[in-house]
């Protein structure tokens, strides 16, 4: 049974930063597809940062704030920058060997001042 659990989340102001970790119980080499979405109040989710094959890619919000990265086997993790009001959601880490097959229960992310 593959469990994700993500961490980091809290409160910040405009213009912090935050790093969230997602951690596994296996180990992430396995997985193809690794993602981070997010979900604001009475917004879908939505795509934040992915690495698909050795691949990443960003949504046109955060690109040059954020950065997805591997750390190691068993931990990814999203460096969030320069926080915006807007980038208050839940943050979901996802996975899989090609779909994200696996989630996480999301860790809360909220910015104000």
């Known amino acids: 049974q593959v469990q994700l659990v993500e961490s980091g989340g809290g409160l910040v102001q405009p213009g912090g930063s935050l790093r969230l970790s997602c951690a596994t119980s296996g180990s992430f080499l396995k997985f193809n597809s690794i993602g981070w979405f997010r979900q604001a109040p009475e917004n879908e989710r939505e795509l934040v940062a992915s690495?698909?094959?050795?691949?990443t890619t960003y949504a046109d919000s955060v690109k040059g704030r954020f950065h997805l990265s591997r750390d190691n086997e068993n931990t990814v993790t999203l460096q969030m920058n320069s926080l915006k009001t807007e980038d208050t959601a839940v943050y979901y880490c996802a996975a899989g060997r090609y779909e994200m097959d696996y989630w996480g229960r999301g860790t809360l992310v909220t910015v104000s001042s």
């Open positions: 690495l698909v094959f050795g691949h």
